[in-house]
């Protein structure tokens, strides 16, 4: 087992790994930039050292900076945690030749699912059903027209180099797709330094439905089942919930077992999550595979009692997995709180939080860095905190939810708070009838205090 | 409820460690207050409890603490920045040359030469004044101040991290 781990994150995710890699006895290193000095994960942490200025360019993603930060403390694995370096084949790479263990896949993996396009030909290949979509990278507008037409609109453009909502663009018919196309290219060179776009069958009343995987050393996998994460703004997820108001328990089945034949298809190391889209007649389509711990993992967590993080751990020191699968045995729902004003389009509400008091008692758990007097920086994601509940049934999660969220102080600063209090009172959302356009027609300026 | 010395001493340190502003205790035989040195940027805690007990008699001093206070912890005086690595003479008019990068700092270019710089060198702009290593790649670290070297602040061959001040140079 690791001797100590060095975290190359920040934030909520570097909390989380901090407190696992204790709990199992690990020593552990906190990397921070300048402005991440006050941090609760360098408090928290065995050691920390300071690998460069704000700019995430300069030290979250500075590979240099991180490998020296592990030889200088001797770390014999690094944590990724989520976004930053987490999916990047050459820093796991890069680890690799330095024998720092990566926790996570082999870069082999991240390379093959980090390419959209490879991706979605890797697992048609492996039996698994994918959305109808363009060979490969679309190579102008006209052969964007000339695809469309074949695969049948309404289509989705996509960046092949994508994530987060960024690149993507619906086309309902054959007069938008110009437009669209300059307008996802751009934005995709922009975000992602590639331009590159390929096409998709739009699937109506879509959602997402995906499946949590783990893959030991061995060629063996298992699933722990779905997480239901419908409820986006911008392709952003904002509540995730497990069991899917949608899956019954045969679909369940099915679509854990797909997700773990693709596993093993690739051979596949560490905890990943197989994307599906499902449409309203039940057909699921695979969409794409993350191969990191997500940000939503405590859902799963909470409704399969499992530290998805001491797995995460357990499979990069070569443990083997039993082979078994899990299934929810309770009903768990997050809601991501960011510090963002929902009344103003979203906008960013960077600042000093005054005063936070987060929820507590039976069933809620909150995932957070933030404190009073923390300063939220200006530079990195404006998510604050991930509020869980978990109940018997999604009836009482709901209630919960909704107490727990009039209990959630945050002053000095906008959060989300205000939206999800109204979606937990939204009768379609309460009835589970919702799909990934559901926010699309949501009145966001009237919400409660 | 007495206090003996090493209680005194326990709350002090604990009053440092934690960065509370101020602790004030009272009791029938002793009146204490502890006030710990402020860190404008560290954790703020919200005002400490204050333990009061009635009829404070003055049997014991603040100045028993004050005597034995870490460096940090001034008992009597208005709270003020603790400055880090702040030599004991005037050094306002010193530039801190900081770390750009991490890794292990090396004074001299190899084992059995000699250090790229001492105190009291004269450097130019440019001029290497290190070297930091980092998976095996040997950095020379270039001086962005002409002036002379008042204080080496790392040992060689230790571990530093960005910005992490390792000379002291008076500027010319």
């Not at chain 1, 360019?57 to 900076?65: A, F, R, T």
Request: aromatic share 8%; with cysteine.
């Amino acid at each position: 087992m690791f001797k100590k781990i060095l975290i190359a994150n920040r934030g909520e995710i570097a909390l989380r790994v901090i407190r696992t890699a204790k709990e199992m006895g690990i020593k552990t290193v906190a990397v921070y930039s300048t402005a991440d000095k006050e941090s609760l994960p360098v408090r928290f942490a065995d050691e920390a050292v300071c690998i460069g200025p704000a700019a995430s360019s300069e030290s979250y993603l500075s590979i240099p900076n991180l490998m020296a930060a592990a030889e200088i403390t001797n770390a014999d694995a690094i944590h990724p945690g989520y976004g930053f370096l987490s999916e990047n084949e050459m820093f796991a790479d890069v680890c690799q030749k330095y024998g720092i263990k990566f926790i996570g896949p082999r870069p082999e993996h991240i390379r093959s699912m980090g390419d959209k396009i490879t991706a979605k030909e890797t697992m048609r290949k492996a039996g698994v059903p994918v959305v109808p979509g363009s060979e490969g990278l679309l190579e102008s507008v006209d052969d964007a027209k000339v695809q469309a037409k074949e695969i049948g609109y309404p289509v989705m453009l996509k960046a092949t180099a994508g994530g987060g909502g960024k690149g993507m663009r619906i086309v309902w018919n054959e007069g938008e797709l110009e437009k669209a196309y300059s307008s996802a290219s751009n934005e995709a060179k922009a975000s992602f330094n590639n331009a590159g776009l390929y096409l998709e069958k739009f699937i109506e009343e879509p959602r997402h439905i995906e499946i949590q995987i783990a893959g030991d050393q061995y060629g063996k996998a298992c699933h722990l089942s779905e997480r239901d994460c419908s409820i986006q703004r911008r392709h952003q997820k904002l509540i995730e919930e497990s069991p899917s108001p949608f899956v019954d328990q045969a679909l369940r089945e099915k679509m854990g077992d797909v997700a773990v034949q693709a596993a093993e298809s690739i051979g596949y190391e560490g905890v990943g999550t197989v994307e599906f889209l499902t449409d309203k007649h039940k057909n699921f389509y695979f969409m794409e595979m993350n191969t990191r711990i997500q940000v939503e993992h405590p859902v799963t967590e909470e409704v399969v009692d499992y530290d998805l993080i001491k797995e995460q751990i357990k499979l990069a020191a070569g443990e083997p997995i039993s082979g078994k699968n899990y299934f929810p045995e309770l009903h768990a729902m997050e809601c991501r709180i960011n510090a963002e004003d929902p009344r103003q389009g979203f906008r960013p509400s960077p600042g000093r939080i005054t005063e936070f008091h987060s929820p507590k008692g039976h069933g809620v758990r909150v995932d957070t860095a933030a404190y009073a007097g923390y300063v939220i920086p200006p530079y990195y994601d404006s998510m604050i905190a991930k509020l869980i509940c978990k109940a018997r049934t999604r009836d009482e999660v709901i209630l919960k939810m909704q107490r727990a969220l009039d209990e959630f102080i945050v002053e000095g600063i906008k959060t989300t708070i205000p939206f999800h209090k109204k979606m937990m009172r939204n009768e379609q959302f309460l009835a589970g009838k919702f799909d990934t356009s559901f926010l699309n027609s949501f009145d966001f300026s009237d919400l409660p205090d | 409820m007495t206090m003996d010395f090493k209680q005194i001493q326990e709350l002090v340190k604990l009053v440092s460690k934690t960065g509370i502003a101020e602790v004030s205790l009272e009791t029938e035989e002793i009146k204490l207050k502890v006030k710990g040195s402020y860190n404008p940027s560290s954790l703020q805690v919200s005002p400490s409890p204050q333990i009061v007990m009635p009829q404070a008699m003055p049997t014991m001093q603040a100045p028993v603490a004050q005597s034995e206070a870490p460096s940090t912890a001034s008992t009597e005086k208005q709270a003020e920045p603790n400055k880090e690595a702040a030599p004991a003479e005037d050094n306002s008019n010193l530039i801190t040359f900081k770390s750009p990068i991490v890794g292990t700092f090396y004074r001299s270019p190899g084992p059995d030469k000699d250090a790229f710089v001492k105190v009291g060198d004269d450097v130019d702009q440019g001029d290497v004044l290190c070297i930091i290593e980092a998976m095996k790649l040997f950095n020379e670290i270039e001086s962005e101040h002409s002036g002379k070297i008042v204080k080496i602040l790392v040992e060689d061959a230790s571990p530093v991290e960005f910005d992490q001040p390792l000379f002291l140079i008076e500027p010319k």
